[in-house]
């Protein structure tokens, strides 16, 4: 098995590089490998090996690459190239890859440095643990094609990494790693050298494509490749300079770091958006040093603003900059016509199952809070002149169990869960209707005033509902406590609405705006502020928890409710029938006047906590069940840049670390791989001799 026993390097310490300690090294390294591990690396192998040879099963290439590549990526890497790897894993160079074959190289996998071990195998052809210089030249030209721009290999950047051994010029792992980490800069000189025909420090815009499209293509998406000529309207000359070249590959080389100062920036800014100063103010915030120079941050806002610099982008507008996968909205929707154009059926069916999910996740709401609602109602009732009827929340709790048993805090709840439904689908889908379209499309944001508007708009609708609702549940809920005290008779709710009459039923109606107007309008906006800000949703693409929801939605109701009890406190009043020695109410203004000076200021706020208990779980629950019935069957899918950054880690460790190995062959060329998939094996052809290096190794 190839590299059980680790490779031997020239530039290893006599102890680390003994025989006997690589063998027990590598062997334990397998050995160790801990069960459940060697269970899931066998089933990947059964799963895809299809090619049997005396009952011994093996990995073809096709195979190989369905085991080790990742099943879903965001780089422009294609799954073919993941057969770059099967000549490391394939240790016997027969074509196939044993069971002992996989798991030493999932071993290998494993290695912190694997990504960088696996490139320095591919260039050590011959196992020996150093790369001579003719290997590394023949390993190159073979895995570019003749069209590339010529490489110097005599050059005295090359000479400075190659150490000797026995005469022979080498590279060992170590200067093999610093070696590839900076190849492209110097292909990059030397490329823009060799176009630089009358050597004037300019080069042609299609020259300078070429240059890209050899070491970094497959690090941009289609829509940058198709712009790079257009660098050349940075300067007056038409032409682009030697400094461009390098600040555009110095972009690319650090778009990771480019990338989080751009989701931060545009995440703290007011209106989601940001200009070039704003990204240079941020990236010298979060650094000791400066990141970036004024010139590659013009390249950035260059082609993420289409040529127009000056105007602020939000981060919609550097996805094709930031994703290599990246393509044009109306590509997206060329692709996808049929499912981007719903029929008149399923138009219908999406907007009546907007309904049912208010009516659901509404009804769920109220039946959790329903004996909270009971108590607070009671507790708001008018008083008997001379009487107090409830001390606390606790008090009438109490007396209701009492007089009514456990069904006495249930007693209405049929008419509440036939009203909410309407309620709270009329609610929900005014607020998302009118956020939607006061909403920024590209940046996902809203002002402040629309967001009270949104809300209080919500609010409002929900009265034609809500009040006859609320008069019909308040008179059910009151009559238990009458039938036990007075003795008089029970009636359903058909009774009622019959004895109120459509405009009875809104008695009370402007109390009820009163209350719900505000109530949505602080409800909803602090919901939006607690999860974009408390909790940082949509940050680097994070999704709440199931209890981050919760907690969202829950604590939004709290100041919501309770600052809106004086007008629940009059609505109450005016919805009960007073009944002989209570006090009578002419209308929103009397109730106010009178509650203030018969019982004092405090008694506005009555059930102010139990509204608090009440709203805020309701409402925690009603929202939570209608953020998860959103995503099915109709995902409302927000446009957002989707990278490595922020896409879910699915992928084990050792997918991760073959897909680094294969970035770092690319950056060598973006078609590395694909020209040396027609070579047999051994991949190193004979080349003349040089100067700097013979083209053989010692033994």
């Not at 110097?152 to 190659?162: A, E, P, R, S, T």
């Not at 093999?176 to 900076?182: A, E, I, R, S, V």
């Not at 919760?550 to 809106?564: E, V």
């Amino acid at each position: 098995m190839r590299r059980v026993i680790d490779t031997v390097h020239c530039d290893a310490d006599a102890a680390s590089s003994s025989l006997t300690g690589s063998a027990l090294q590598g062997v334990r390294s397998v050995v160790a490998a801990p069960e459940n591990e060697m269970k899931r690396w066998r089933r990947i192998f059964e799963a895809n090996a299809k090619v049997v040879i005396d009952g011994e099963k093996y990995l073809d290439p096709d195979s190989f690459v369905n085991a080790i590549a990742p099943k879903g990526d965001s780089t422009k890497i294609g799954r073919g190239q993941f057969a770059i790897l099967f000549r490391v894993a394939d240790s016997s160079k027969r074509g196939l890859v044993s069971w002992n074959d996989f798991t030493v190289f999932e071993t290998l996998l494993k290695r912190p440095d694997a990504d960088y071990w696996i490139a320095f195998q591919y260039f050590d052809v011959d196992n020996s643990g150093t790369i001579t210089f003719d290997e590394f030249k023949n390993v190159f030209l073979a895995n570019v094609g003749p069209s590339t721009i010529p490489f110097d290999f005599d050059c005295d950047w090359v000479k400075l990494y190659l150490g000797r051994k026995n005469g022979t010029h080498v590279l060992g792992y170590n200067e093999f790693t610093q070696l590839m980490k900076g190849l492209q800069g110097e292909r990059l000189r030397q490329a823009f050298k060799y176009l630089d025909k009358d050597q004037d420090g300019f080069i042609r815009p299609e020259e300078f494509k070429q240059i890209i499209l050899d070491i970094a293509g497959h690090k941009l998406s289609d829509a940058v490749i198709e712009r790079l000529p257009t660098l050349c309207t940075l300067t007056p000359s038409g032409r682009i300079s030697y400094s461009e070249v390098v600040a555009f590959q110095n972009v690319i080389r650090d778009m990771d770091m480019v990338e989080r100062i751009l989701r931060e920036a545009t995440a703290k800014s007011k209106d989601g958006r940001i200009d070039q100063s704003d990204f240079l103010n941020h990236s010298a915030a979060i650094s000791r040093y400066a990141l970036f120079t004024p010139m590659e941050a013009s390249i950035i806002f260059h082609f993420a603003g289409r040529g127009s610099r000056e105007k602020r982008l939000a981060l919609l507008d550097f996805a094709q900059l930031l994703d290599p996968q990246w393509r044009a909205p109306h590509e997206v929707l060329e692709a996808n016509e049929i499912s981007a154009k719903p029929s008149l059926l399923q138009g219908v069916l999406k907007s009546a199952y907007g309904f049912v999910q208010g009516g659901i996740a509404g009804a769920f709401g109220a039946t959790i809070v329903y004996p909270i609602d009971m108590g607070k109602m009671q507790n708001q009732r008018t008083t008997v002149v001379g009487q107090m009827l409830y001390k606390n929340s606790i008090d009438c709790a109490q007396k209701i169990f009492r007089n009514e048993g456990l069904m006495g805090f249930y007693r209405g709840l049929g008419p509440q869960l036939i009203g909410v439904a309407p309620e709270k689908a009329i609610k929900l889908t005014v607020n998302d209707l009118v956020r939607g379209r006061a909403m920024d499309p590209e940046t996902g944001r809203i002002k402040l005033g629309w967001e009270l508007i949104a809300g209080g708009a919500a609010g409002g609708c929900q009265v034609i509902f809500t009040n006859p609702l609320e008069i019909v549940k308040i008179r059910l809920q009151i009559q238990g406590e009458a039938a036990k005290l007075e003795g008089a008779v029970k009636h359903g709710a058909a009774h009622i609405v019959r004895q109120l009459g459509v405009v009875g039923l809104y008695k009370g109606a402007s109390a009820c705006l009163l209350r719900d107007i505000p109530f949505s309008a602080i409800y909803f906006t602090a919901y939006s502020h607690l999860k974009k800000d408390v909790f940082h949703e949509g940050y680097n693409g994070k999704q709440l928890s199931f209890l981050e929801t919760l907690s969202a939605a829950g604590i939004a109701g709290m100041p919501a409710a309770y600052l809106t009890t004086p007008a629940d406190v009059v609505k109450t009043r005016l919805q009960v029938e007073a009944r002989q020695g209570q006090t009578h109410y002419k209308g929103l203004t009397d109730a106010f006047v009178k509650i203030n000076k018969e019982e004092g200021f405090k008694a506005l706020f009555k059930g102010g906590p139990a509204r608090i208990l009440r709203s805020s779980p309701q409402f925690g629950f009603t929202l939570l069940a209608y953020e998860y019935l959103q995503k099915y069957p109709w995902q409302n899918n927000k446009p957002e840049v989707k990278t490595a950054l922020t896409t879910p880690k699915r992928d084990e460790m050792s997918q991760i670390r073959a897909r680094n190995a294969l970035k770092i062959l690319l950056d060598v060329h973006g078609d590395f791989g694909r020209r040396a998939a027609n070579f047999s094996h051994p991949l190193v052809k004979q080349a003349p001799s040089t100067t700097s290096g013979s083209s053989s190794k010692s033994a």
